[in-house]
């Protein structure tokens, strides 16, 4: 452990100070470190090594209208190809307007952050039918799981199951939503982890990823919802009508703000870590551009190691926030999918009924 820690230390350190003596000639038109830029969606997509400085130009896709009032689906292969084609011109602020008037009504484009959202539950995708392979042929079944990949895999799988589904939600209908739950918890952790990559993106530090993730969670607790459910967000059974007036009002506010805590959470506390780590190894630069390459070592020292740090716990964190979004997922589908008449159920089959009478 001592000895990865000292070489993810000395990596970080070679790189630092490395890119801090390239800092000035890359930051010719404006000598400040651009951190939300930084933190942006792209469209491109950096690949160490790779030729054109490690980017990948992204296909560009526009629904736009032209200023005859006409309708046009127009797709390129980067921007410098949407540049080349005259209809679209670059603005100041480096945003594509089509060049005789008219707007862009949908931005199609493939982004880095859909990239990575596309990566991380790709991956989630195929670990599952790997998993589920082994299954298939009895491994994990007649016989006991075999490697550290099964093994790993079926804790997760379990826990999720017995600690996040059924758990919070009707046990009658749990199971039904686990395949959902796991693909969430799978697919959040791979892109959080994704972002710990340098050259690499977070797709949920990007309001729009957490925002479709919160939807999907938004849409299947409604479509699960009983007559219980709804008669408690319209009706109120047994309580007097003026006061209905106010609590159903609440109750549907309730309905959206759910989903709103979901992907705001995900996103500030994803954003937010990419951003500390950022601003403190911009240190370096900032203290290279200002005082010369002996400050950046000597605050580079200073940087890396508070960075290695926060990698170890943005590492903690990525994995909490996604355990985070999918037990809230877990408790909301469960409020909605609760079912009195098995409750009422259960509690007499546990119970006798003098135990109920005494209670």
Partial sequence: MVQTLRRVFLTLLF???????????EQDEAQVLDVMGTVADHNYFKVPGFINGGKIYLPRIFYWESAEGESKLSAYLSTKSVLESGEFVETEEGALVPANGGHIIVDLSITSHLIYFWMGMLLALVLTVMAAGRYKRGIGRTVEPQGAFQNMFEVLFVFIRDDVARDNIDHHKADRYVPFLFTM???ISFMNLFGLL???ATATADLTVTATLAFVTFVITQFSGTKDYWAHIFWFPG?????????????ILGMFTKPFALAIR???NMLSGKIMIIAILGLVFIFADLFGAGAAY????????????LYALKAFVALLQAYIFTLLSAVFIGMAAEDHAHSEEGYYTEHSAEEVSAN
């Fill in 298 to 309: 000597g605050v580079g020292i200073f940087s890396v190691s508070l960075t290695v740090v």
């Fill in 198 to 200: 340098p050259w690499a």
């Fill in 266 to 268: 995900l996103f500030a």
């Fill in 185 to 187: 918890f799978m697919g």
């Fill in 15 to 25: 790189l630092s100070i490395s890119t801090s003596n390239t800092f000035a000639s």
């Fill in 239 to 251: 309580v007097p009508t003026w006061v209905r007036v106010i609590l159903t009002p609440v109750e």
